[in-house]
Structures are given as C-alpha cells and as structure tokens.
C-alpha cells in the first residue's frame, strides 16, 4: 500500500487534541497559556523528560510528547497536520504543503526513549528544523 495523507478527520483532530492536552495540563491552570508559545512547549517537554515523569513503557504518554513536539514544528516551520494511512497503519503526520515532505513526530521522542536514550529536546528540535530547510532546498516550493 502506498502511503496516502489526508487532513486530519474529526476523529484524529480529536485523538491529537487529547494527547496534546495530556502534555498541555502539565503547567498548572494559570500558566497553560505558555504552551502558545514555542519556548513554552520545548521547556515543558524538557521537564517531562528530564524528570521521569514518564516510564519506557508508557507509550501513548511518550507519542503525546510528539504530539505538542509536532506543534512546536508546525509553529517553527509552517508545517500542517494531516493524517497518512499506509502498510502500517494510520498516524498524525507533519505536511510541508507544496513539497512531499512529510515529517513524523509522534514517535521522534518515544523511540529515543524506548532504546533508553538521552534525549535533549532543544538539540532534536534544531536537528529537525535544519533536516527540513535542507529537504525544502532540495525541493524547492512552487512560486
């Protein structure tokens, strides 16, 4: 099967938002405004991780952690969520419209994890905002 994206339907917005949320009640009832911004979604995530607040095994809690990671890049680059469907199943997905670049973040901080990774959030940021000015430069938008 080839892989095919959509906008995300109802039901994936739906499973984004709660997993978005999850991370996002994180910061205490006054101070959720901070996830707007972008160094407030990095800052969160960093604490998450670096406190342990979440085991190896959890994964729907680390694939959260990609979802506001998505966000942070969807804010940074321009990128649109949508949802592709392939061999493997159907998962939320970054979408540069007008290249075919498609980035996943759901599992960018979950598999680091697993294998029992350090992960430095700021650090897999710039490695992916570069990663995706590069594939832009090879795959220039259309005028």
């Known amino acids: 099967m080839d ?3 959509e906008v995300l339907s109802g039901e994936d917005a739906a499973r984004v938002e709660k997993q978005r949320n999850w991370v996002r009640e994180h910061y205490e009832p006054e101070s959720r405004h901070k996830y707007n911004s972008l160094d407030g979604k990095l ?16 994964k729907w809690k680390l694939q959260s952690l990609g979802i506001t ?5 969807v804010q940074k680059m321009g990128l649109v969520w949508v949802t592709v469907e392939d061999e493997y ?3 939320p997905a970054l979408h540069d419209w ?3 670049i498609i980035i996943f973040p759901l599992t960018a901080i979950s598999k680091r994890i697993e294998r ?3 992960v430095d959030v700021h650090e897999l940021f710039d490695g992916f905002c570069r990663l995706i000015e590069k594939e832009r430069k ?3 938008r259309p005028n």
């Open 98 to 100: 007008g290249t075919t």
């Open 3 to 5: 892989q095919k994206f």
């Open 138 to 140: 090879l795959e220039p």
């Open 69 to 73: 990671f998505g966000d942070a890049l």
């Open 89 to 91: 199943g159907r998962d």
């Open 43 to 58: 800052r969160l995530l960093d604490t998450i991780i670096r406190s342990g607040w979440i085991e190896r095994t959890e």
């Open 116 to 118: 029992s990774e350090q």
